[in-house]
């Protein structure tokens, strides 16, 4: 079945420095790659997304390249800031087959310190 | 407001109760979702409504069950509660856009305590 595979946290980095969390996934056909962000307490947002091979989503900063030759999503960022301090989910959704569910990575904490 | 409402935020209960969560939404997306997020383990579907009539187990459904009284009200209910069900359970909700593309989106959580 479809899966993700993202790495394990936690991240901790100095403001300003670079970020990236590697993505990648096992998937048929052509999904939908997703990037959720969730603060602390909160419940999760998108952050980003791709929906065809080569697409790039971007959101405040942050970057993720859809790639499908090496089936990966990895998301960047950079120039951190202590207000990116989250938990960072990479979510595959597969066109067509198990009515395009969203499937999830187990999650990267990151810190970013003053 | 938010869009995607969730009670109660936060359960404490025992071993064998009877648990409901609620969850409403004003987007008026059709699709509705539950899910419990465990530390290491990411999210993890129980049960996804496509409508009011359209019900479907997720990858963990067994010892819950749903109820989608409404289109904006989608219920998750632990017949007997057991502490391994212990977790933060998110509802989330999506249109139904042609593209696979469409965004999920979550309520803030309900954090279920069974002791």
């Known amino acids: 079945g479809d899966s993700v595979t993202q790495m394990e946290g936690p991240v901790t980095l100095s403001e300003e420095a670079f970020l990236t969390i590697n993505c990648t996934y096992t998937?048929?056909?052509?999904?939908?790659l997703f990037w959720y962000v969730q603060y602390p307490g909160e419940g999760l947002q998108l952050l980003l997304k791709a929906t065809k091979a080569d697409d790039k989503g971007s959101n405040k900063g942050f970057e993720a390249t859809y790639r499908k030759e090496t089936t990966s999503f990895h998301l960047e960022k950079g120039s951190v800031q202590v207000s990116d301090s989250a938990v960072y989910f990479c979510a595959v959704r597969q066109y067509g087959g198990s009515q395009g569910n969203l499937i999830f990575g187990k999650g990267t904490k990151l810190s970013v310190k003053p | 407001d938010a869009d995607v409402t969730q009670t109660p935020r936060n359960r404490i209960t025992k071993t064998g109760k009877r648990i409901m969560l609620e969850c409403s939404q004003t987007k008026g997306h059709d699709r509705m979702y539950w899910y419990r997020q465990d530390p290491g383990l990411g999210l993890r579907l129980i049960y996804y409504s496509f409508d009011v009539k359209d019900i479907n187990k997720g990858e963990i459904s067994d010892g819950y069950s749903v109820s989608r009284q409404a289109q904006a009200k989608f219920s998750l209910s632990l017949e007997s509660a057991i502490p391994n069900q212990t977790a933060l359970y998110f509802c989330?909700?999506?249109?139904?856009?042609?593209?696979?593309?469409?965004?999920?989106?979550f309520g803030p959580g309900t954090r279920l305590t069974v002791l």
């Open positions: 998937a048929t056909g052509y999904p939908s």
């Open positions: 989330a909700t999506s249109g139904t856009s042609a593209g696979w593309g469409d965004t999920q989106y």
